[in-house]
């Protein structure tokens, strides 16, 4: 019975959608990322030399000319080959022209047509776009297509037609909790031009620090920021870098609450007495501007004027999250404030201020953007809800009218898996049920990278390459779901963006130097790639077991602060522990390859042991690293009984897998989880079971 259903199922999937492929063929594989909506492979390759030249065929745009120029030059350090050195002979043509029909914006906007065709073949290639924008995107889907072959370096045969499934991609960055300063961000901005995001959106104020300047109000910065903050030179800069990347700068100034940092300058806009002073603590407190007070929105209306005119792009985040209402409840002029205007809860009292806001925002041709708190009944459906608590609120608001983005899901602080993030899509769960009309107001979503625990020294590595699965989530069609596939692309794009520039891996090398006071940390690196750090809240609740607050004056120097989220050396070895047993232990180059990395491990802690003992930082670590030496004996052991085609006794698994257990749970003092501990339990239960081994 079970047996018939299987076949009735297998055959209804062949018969709906792959139809034409045998269901064994491994489909055709481009390094591009995100993976272009629709591309077809031809045959041969474009090999780039010296003398590859690049014209502009269609319309007239300076930005096209320096898209161009950074072109060459990516192209130039892609491949190690100096470029535009040798000129063109006159009758030759050129490598690769661009034709856009038309300039876009001069700053993007949401909705500008992205798309663009791009053909490559062994003669030649063609760019063709509508816009400035999909000229810009096919000049990354081009450098993506070169890498190194036999023959040198070249790009394959392809014909790519592309277009972005959603139109806003966004990575939002807290810059408050911990400072970010600028040359981070022009980083960022350069990585998320490979991947095609297209929104930045930086969040300038919250409790901990008001990191942009305002000429009106000098106080924000010069009171509230410990003198880290970007002046309006520098925002404009940096919104002129990123337009001509195609990316727009989305500005967000949380009020009501998340403000203490503007009360430092400016104590009457808050509801309480004051004085106030930089928060150093991470969390949710109770300072909030004051709703009641006609000054307050005097206030709100010259500072938002004044960022109107600073910040090009059509939207302005006012943020609106977690407003705990305490400095409302507690002040009376608010209570009989509230008692006139028959408000039942703050939760109304928020509202209010919410749709006054709203109202300047709009008077300086503004759209409004905020966190899920701002949506109520009374806001014009121009505005924009950013969803952190769930998806189905984005549905629920989509069916009201209102238009949406999803974070919740990718907030890369939580230290989830690449696959995780790719895993969640903007029109599932309610979202899927919305009619065609109803899902197009959910224009995208956001990565969201919040500064607990992010400094200038990890936050490339909180971001990339994570943030790239979310961008391919974005853009490509639903139906791009191979998670292999991802990875692959993704270690691409790992590499392409360090040598543009980018430090998510270097930085590692660095921290692990500045902790060890030696480069020279071959048994720190081992443990450092075993192992990956803990996310916001697991942190927060350890430390919090241990009496211990982390704050903004806490040293990020630790190994937790130092790891990317994600060890690909760990990845790479729980894929082939997993594909040792699904092959039975057959493939026996791969078993020496598991065989080789346990005996590292479990010798490892010899050999960093004095290492831990010479730095405070390093000694926290000690824990872990005999916990990874015991996990490499115990996957030694399994292996040894698997080859041996003998059945381990019960107290054996019993054992070994109570101390796996242990050392499942992160570490509580280290804050760091042994990433590869699972991959050796199952080892461990494959010795066990009665066809595990290859006997
Ligand atoms: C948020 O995470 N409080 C928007």
């Known amino acids: 019975m079970r047996l018939f259903c299987f076949v009735i199922l297998a055959s209804t999937i062949t018969l709906g959608s792959a139809a034409q492929t045998s269901p064994s063929a491994e489909p055709p594989q481009i390094s591009v990322m995100p993976l272009p909506a629709k591309f077809h492979l031809g045959s041969g390759q474009l090999v780039i030399n010296q003398s590859f030249s690049i014209a502009n065929k269609g319309v007239e745009d300076s930005r096209i000319d320096r898209a161009i120029a950074r072109f060459m030059h990516h192209l130039a350090m892609n491949t190690g080959i100096p470029l535009g050195l040798v000129p063109p002979t006159s009758n030759s043509n050129p490598t690769l022209t661009v034709n856009a029909g038309r300039a876009s914006k001069r700053y993007p906007e949401l909705g500008e047509d992205e798309s663009y065709t791009l053909d490559v073949s062994a003669s030649g290639a063609r760019l063709t776009a509508p816009d400035t924008l999909g000229i810009l995107h096919g000049l990354q889907s081009f450098l993506q297509l070169v890498k190194a072959v036999p023959q040198g370096f070249a790009a394959p045969a392809v014909r790519i037609e592309d277009t972005p499934r959603f139109p806003w991609r966004g990575l939002m960055i807290d810059v408050s909790r911990h400072f970010i300063p600028m040359d981070a961000l022009y980083r960022t901005v350069d990585a998320m031009a490979v991947v095609k995001l297209n929104v930045l959106h930086l969040h300038l104020s919250d409790d901990q620090g008001f990191r ?99 910040f090009p792009d059509q939207y302005f985040h006012i943020g609106g999250d977690e407003v705990n209402g305490k400095q409302w409840e507690a002040n009376p002029k608010i209570q009989a404030f509230m008692r006139a205007h028959n408000m039942k809860n703050t939760q109304q009292l928020q509202q209010y201020f919410t749709e006054r806001v709203q109202k300047i925002v709009a008077r300086h041709h503004k759209f409004m953007i905020g966190w899920d708190e701002i949506l109520s009944p009374g806001m014009p459906t ?278 796996i257990e242990k050392t499942e749970d992160p570490d509580p003092r280290a804050e760091v989880y042994i990433a590869v501990a699972p991959a050796i339990e199952d080892l461990v239960n494959a010795a066990s079971s009665e066809s595990g081994g290859n006997n």
């Open 212 to 310: 942009m300047q305002s000429k009106e109000f000098p106080k924000l910065t010069e009171l509230g920021s410990d003198g880290n903050y970007y002046t309006q030179d520098e925002m404009k800069a940096l919104i002129e870098y990123a337009a001509d990347r195609g990316i727009r700068i989305v500005p967000e100034f949380d009020m009501p609450g998340h403000a203490t940092s503007w009360f430092v300058g400016y104590p009457e806009l808050s509801s309480g007495p004051g004085p106030y002073s930089v928060e150093r603590r991470f969390g949710i407190f109770n300072p909030a501007m004051d709703p009641t007070r006609e000054q307050t929105y005097k206030f709100l209306d010259k500072f938002i004027g004044e960022m109107s005119d600073l």
């Open 382 to 659: 121009d505005i924009v809800i950013q969803s952190w608590r769930g998806p189905d609120s984005l549905a629920a608001a989509a069916k009201q009218g209102y238009r949406g983005l999803l974070s919740s899901g990718y907030y890369l602080d939580h230290m989830e898996t690449a696959a995780e993030h790719y895993g969640v899509d903007p029109l599932s769960g309610d979202a899927a049920k919305l009619t065609p009309e109803e899902k197009s107001r959910i224009l995208g979503g956001e990565a969201c990278a919040w500064a607990e625990f992010l400094t200038p020294q990890n936050v490339d590595s909180r971001l990339w390459p994570r943030a790239a699965a979310v961008a391919e989530r974005l853009w490509s069609p639903k139906d791009t779901q191979d998670v292999g596939s991802m990875y692959r692309r993704l270690e691409e794009v790992s590499w392409r963006l360090e040598l543009l520039g980018v430090r998510h891996r270097s930085e590692l090398s660095a921290m692990l130097g500045r902790m060890a006071g030696t480069d020279d940390v071959p048994a720190l690196r081992v443990l450092a790639g075993a192992v990956r750090p803990v996310g916001l809240d697991g942190r927060q609740d350890l430390d919090q077991k241990a009496g211990i607050e982390e704050t903004a004056l806490t040293p990020m120097n630790r190994l937790v602060d130092a790891v990317p989220p994600e060890s690909q050396s760990a990845r790479g070895f729980t894929d082939l522990v997993n594909a040792l047993i699904a092959g039975k232990f057959a493939d026996r180059k791969a078993e020496t390859s598991v065989r080789d990395q346990l005996a590292i491990w479990r010798d490892n802690h010899a050999r960093l042991e004095s290492q831990l003992q010479q730095s405070a930082v390093l000694k926290e670590l000690e824990p872990v690293s005999e916990n990874l030496a015991s996990l490499g004996a115990a996957g030694l052991q399994a292996l040894g009984y698997i080859d041996r085609g003998e059945k381990p006794a019960p107290e054996w698994k019993a054992q070994t897998l109570a101390l």
